[in-house]
């Protein structure tokens, strides 16, 4: 049985101090993995990952999204605008997605009636058939690139902005909207309530016609509901994520298995520091030691590791990698590139 094993932000996600985060955090079996495996290079985003292993050129889902929402896709074209909150410091603001946000389907609604009054000139319209998940339609293609959500979630968006010949136009929108959001009677009752403020859009996955397709992979395991998408649109088997390895090879069907462990992400995104190394030795109790056991024992032939950022890679191996043993044991802050 070969497993995949995808592990957004193994790596802290701020350079200079990632090495500090790291430091006295034992990772004995990760360490021995890591050691053993033949390792490759790969700075890419979490986008970018999630895109290739889909087989897809970019993570583009509006119209594909749209139309699994029960939208009429076929015609125009078609942007996610994701209610997000801003927190604005100094100089920069940090985005938070609507996983935080408890926002209900009337709130939803609310905020689109007064939205749409002022994009109807434009010619545009946001639909909202799910509280937290919202599109833009529009007749024109946008001549501008935008930033993937899973890319900004936790980042300063200020170098985030959409770009390319219509990037300003979409800059200025995005201004006038976050001005109608800022004023709006549900964000005050929001904040009256302790709920943070929808205080601006998300614009991205500009609409593709790319169908995902999952090479080499028979059972995916993955709780994001964008690759559960991605996956049914597949014709793939998409199983919840299982807590521990131990309870993955007791339900596991066999073959070639993909798992997408996303443990580390939401610390990682929010900068909770404690609650990454906390994810991180759960991880090596959960999930490396039993990997390292489970190829010492046969019960998998081979072994996958995929993670993102600028000291991202891809590792690879098999049983008989293991018995190697001038293959020293390799501590993940050795990996960690410069700055």
């Not at 993955?248 to 298995?257: D, F, H, I, N």
């Not at 990997?291 to 024992?297: E, F, H, I, Q």
Request: charge should be negative.
């Amino acid at each position: 049985m070969k497993l995949t094993l995808l592990l957004p932000s193994l790596f802290w996600p701020d350079s200079h101090d990632a090495a500090e985060v790291l430091q006295g955090l034992a990772l004995p079996a990760l360490s021995r993995l890591l050691g053993a495996a033949t390792l490759t290079g790969k700075n890419q985003t979490l986008s970018a990952m999630q895109a290739q292993r889909a087989g897809l050129a970019a993570l583009a889902p509006a119209r594909g999204l749209a139309a699994e929402y029960g939208l009429d896709a076929s015609a125009g074209y078609w942007l996610l605008a994701d209610p997000v909150h801003l927190r604005v410091n100094r100089d920069r603001a940090h985005l938070a997605d609507s996983g935080i946000m408890n926002l209900s389907q009337a709130q939803a609604d609310a905020f689109l009636l007064s939205l749409n009054a002022l994009l109807h000139e434009d010619g545009l319209k946001l639909y909202a058939p799910h509280p937290a998940r919202w599109f833009l339609q529009m007749a024109e293609a946008t001549h501008a690139s935008f930033t993937p959500l899973p890319d900004a979630i936790g980042e300063d968006i200020n170098r985030l902005l959409p770009k390319g010949s219509g990037g300003m136009a979409w800059c200025r929108l995005l201004n006038e909207l976050q001005m109608l959001l800022y004023t709006h009677p549900v964000n005050d009752a929001r904040e009256a309530g302790g709920e943070p403020a929808v205080n601006s859009l998300w614009l991205w996955g500009a609409n593709s016609d790319e169908v995902p397709a999952f090479a080499g992979v028979d059972t995916l395991y993955s709780d994001d509901a964008l690759t559960q998408v991605m996956a049914r649109q597949a014709g793939l088997p998409c199983d919840a994520l299982p807590f521990t390895l131990a309870a993955l090879l007791e339900s596991a069907p066999g073959g070639q298995l993909e798992v997408h462990l996303d443990r580390l992400l939401a610390p990682a995104r929010y900068r909770d520091a404690w609650g990454w190394r906390e994810a991180m030795l759960q991880l090596e109790a959960d999930w490396f030691a039993p990997l390292l056991a489970a190829l010492g024992s046969g019960k998998l032939t081979e072994l996958a590791l995929l993670t993102d950022g600028p000291s991202g890679f891809s590792a690879s191996l098999r049983r008989p990698d293991l018995w190697k043993f001038w293959r020293r044991p390799q501590a993940l802050s050795r990996l960690l590139l410069p700055d």
